[in-house]
């Protein structure tokens, strides 16, 4: 095998637990050179787990000086080591570019020396790409905690989306697997970063030709199930998150167990949670774009998701009073709360009815989940009910029809973003 | 009624024009390689008018967003009887004064119309992500591709914009024409049988760049490396990448792949 062959094996294979590939966001035109960005983000091919490939996602180097439990390219774990050099890295980046097999490049890096030495290389590499290179694709650069605010700033004028991770839902959590590290350092980037966004963002209002600082916006990571949090933490600490650094993401990484030598960490061979891993995902969507407060999907009486439904349809079981909305003449608002309908039926619904009332035949064909929204919903044609279904019989119902949904939360395979 | 058209957009505007000049308002276009003469069925063969066409165009224009405009070509680019029929009804609708009607989803042609816009842009993006080109040894980049739908139009700014200092070509081999760009400007090409059947089997014929096959590999490498074997699931799998795309991706070509 080609050196360079074997390092973009290893350096691959050390970055693949970052999930963030999310190539969104940015408008960056090519100016002279090579390369755009795609607005909506583009995902070039899918790897046999199902997971999108838009970024080329390597580390720098998977030498470490920090001894995580939960890493792989910790300190002392026996493993293979690597580092590319700049030249690698760029010259792997416009290649496969120029070839249309990646959207950008997802740099990260395990730290070596110290925090300035790491963030500089990849500050140099990024600073290769756009100013020799011409490159004006997507670069999603990892920010190295403790690295010095005037580096971060340069970084944030060349590249697309920084992020960091908290890595554990809680500073709790954080201190049992990597007792070197805290919340604080991965708070102080996110704060700099963000008052830097929005203080262009002041500014820009004035002068003309704003100069382009991370314009697709920061984001992070949580491990779910390697520490012992519950989902309305978890939830908690997102929303917590996305509100004080206005955060574009929050992502949740099932934990897949890559050691045996720690007592607390879940053994080589147990199942990552993957249903779970899902349910978190879609509660954040709820909250990001259904409206949804958290505390109306989890709460200290109501602490963790239920795996078998998703959050939306276990919300509404214990919402009965609100139901059945009437689609023909309840509010937007409204109708995306109903199980089932997602924000583009609803829109048509909304349009549709402008030219009379919507019956059933009508409303199937608008691309909801019937199975689910019937219970939830009245059309113009919808017989009137007497007497009153519980919540416990159409729960049992939905359950029933979609028992291949029951099967996967046992096996724990499962379609994300389905 | 069948107006039997050319099978290209012009074509398909002039039936429209034809249909108001004649009162012929159930007419069903249909293009002339896939109408089937039926005896019991009246037809009438459309001459394609560029003028004719043209006032239609202009007519939407001044009826409709210019998305919504737009939505016409896309819808034609499905290539299918029954969403030239409905887009037919629509633009005919519009004509009359039913300028709303296009956002008016309980109804069944506005569905078939919406639906074949869904599909065209999915598929539009799919062509966005799958184009792999390959570099010849002369510095062409070239692509080829079998879309289900038409979409190579709606897909040329994209990579004029992004890929404007290197050359390439982006062939559709189910339909048999290409768009060219030499770094200036964007042309569109056909080759003949033999050449096209070469580019499929480019690595035999078109003599590739010597590096080619070496980024081939570390692109194969690459996509191998990053997969979560503990994760594997082939189903959600497929449904990303599903087996008809699989011919042109170099990653799902696992025949020479090293482990």
Known sequence: MDRLEEKLKILADAAKYDVSCSSSGSKRKNVGGIGDASSSGICHTYTEDGRCVSLLKILLTNHCIYDCAFCVSRKSNDIQRAAFTVEEVVKLTMNFYRRNYIEGLFLSSGIFKNADYTMERLLKIVKK????????????????P????????????????????LEMPTEKGLQLMAPEKDHESV??????????IQSLKQESKLIKHKPSFVPAGQSTQMVIGATPENDFEIMSVADTFYKDYNLKRVYYSGYIPIQNDHSLLPQIGSKPPLVRENRLYQTDWLLRFYGFQLDEILNPTFQHLDLEIDPKLSWALRNPHVFPVDINTADYKMIIRIPGVGRQSALKIIQARKFGRLHEYQVKKMGIAFNRARHFMRCADSPFQLGY???????????????????????SQLNLFS | MYYIFDGTYYGWLTCVFEAFERKEFEARPISVNRYIPDMFAVDRT????????????????????????????????????????????????????NTAILSNYGNDAVLKFSEALHKVSRERHRMKAFVRFQRAADGMFFAV?????????????FFRNRYTDQPWIIYDLKRKYGVYWDKIRVTEVQLNEGDSTAMMQS?????LDTQEEYYTNLWQQYFKSTNIKARRNMKLHMRHVPKRYWKYLPEKQFGNIKS
Not at chain 1, 187 to 196: A, C, G, R
Not at chain 2, 145 to 157: A, C, K, Q, S
């Open chain 1, 129 to 144: 790409l756009r100013l020799e290179e011409r490159y004006n694709g997507y670069i999603h650069l990892k920010t190295i």
């Open chain 2, 145 to 157: 591709l079998e879309p289900d739908f038409n979409v190579l139009p709606l897909i040329i700014t």
């Open chain 1, 146 to 165: 403790g690295a010095s605010d005037e580096m971060i700033r340069e970084a944030g004028l060349y590249v697309d989306r920084m992020s960091i991770n």
């Open chain 1, 187 to 196: 708070k102080k980037p996110l704060h700099f970063i963000n008052q830097e």
């Open chain 1, 389 to 411: 279904t519980s919540m416990e019989a159409v729960r049992a119902k939905i359950v029933q029809k979609n028992p291949a949904k029951a099967a996967i939360v046992n096996s």
């Open chain 2, 203 to 207: 690595s035999t014929v078109v003599s």
């Open chain 2, 46 to 97: 459309i001459t394609t008018s560029t003028d004719k066409a043209m006032r239609v165009s202009k007519g939407l224009a001044m009826r409709l967003d210019k998305k919504s405009r737009m939505d016409f070509y896309r819808a034609f680019l499905f290539e299918d009887e029954a969403v030239w029929q409905a887009s037919f009804y629509l633009c005919i609708e519009i004509f009359r004064g």
